[in-house]
């Protein structure tokens, strides 16, 4: 097999949460144009038509899924939605994520519990369904987690204390599960991106953009293709003895 030809992605099926916009539509686009068939899942329809249609556009074979992963009891359904559709399911993306802005002193309850489930809970339970529906009877399958580099370390300049902590325990997840579930031929890692302008990150952004810019050894923040060559590189063969890793994808501002 050549170099190239690890990087292919072909006969794959990829299911992506959080799917219809931001980084899971630029890892979506990657993967697809890499020749995956892709499943996208978010909350809002509207929004995943319009994925949908630019997949598509690009000559990429794209279906969708309504789904809410707060809701644990939406896991299964939306596993068996994509396996039925696709055959089966090879390749996890855990991207769908959520964040909440507060000082530590006065964060309430319901903001921990939010971002815990979306960031971290939801990202174990869609992992373990797709691992017994498709992963595990074949004995192989390739789960990715977008975690962040505020698994890596924490900034005063954003207060969001459940978010560092979520998604620190999604990039540990990422460890645990690569150990126990590589007998059956599962991979796991992570890609840890650090500041993208998104609907997520832009309220944040406006505040702290040109100091993050200026901490930055390369000088900018995250563009609209810069995660699709570390998602292709995790999916794909190229990377076949690689597992319970990370990539930091943030111009080199987490060693700087």
Not at 47 to 72: M, Q, Y
Not at 203 to 221: N, Q, S
Request: proline residues 4%; hydrophobic residues 45%.
């Amino acid at each position: 097999m050549g170099v190239r030809d690890l990087f292919e992605l072909g006969g794959k099926v990829a299911l992506i949460t959080g799917g219809s916009r931001g980084l899971g539509l630029q890892i979506a686009a990657g993967l697809g144009e890499m020749g995956a068939k892709i499943a996208i899942s978010a909350r809002k329809r509207a929004e995943l038509e319009e994925a949908t249609a630019e997949l598509k556009s690009r000559g990429i074979d794209a279906f969708t899924v309504v789904n809410d992963l707060a809701k644990p009891d939406q896991v299964p359904a939306l596993v068996e939605a994509v396996a039925a559709h696709y055959g089966g399911i090879d390749i996890l993306v855990n991207n769908a994520g959520t964040s909440w802005g507060a000082p530590a002193e006065q964060l309430p309850l319901e903001a921990w519990n939010k971002v815990m489930m979306l960031n971290a809970t939801s990202v174990f339970l869609l992992s373990q369904a797709v691992a017994n529906r498709c992963f595990i009877p074949n004995r192989a399958g390739n789960i990715i987690i977008v975690a962040s580099v505020a698994a890596l370390r924490a900034s005063m300049q954003m207060k969001a204390v459940p978010y560092y902590a979520s998604k620190a325990a999604a990039l540990q997840l990422t460890r645990a599960l690569a150990g126990e579930w590589g007998p059956y031929g599962i991979r796991v890692n992570a890609i840890c991106p650090g500041f993208f302008p998104s609907k997520m990150s832009d309220g944040v952004l406006e505040k702290i953009e040109a100091d993050v810019i200026a901490r930055t050894p390369l000088g900018r923040l995250g563009g609209d293709t810069d995660l699709q060559g570390a998602a292709v590189y995790l999916a794909s063969d190229a990377s076949r003895h690689v597992t319970g890793q990370y990539i930091a994808v943030d111009g080199g501002a987490s060693s700087a």
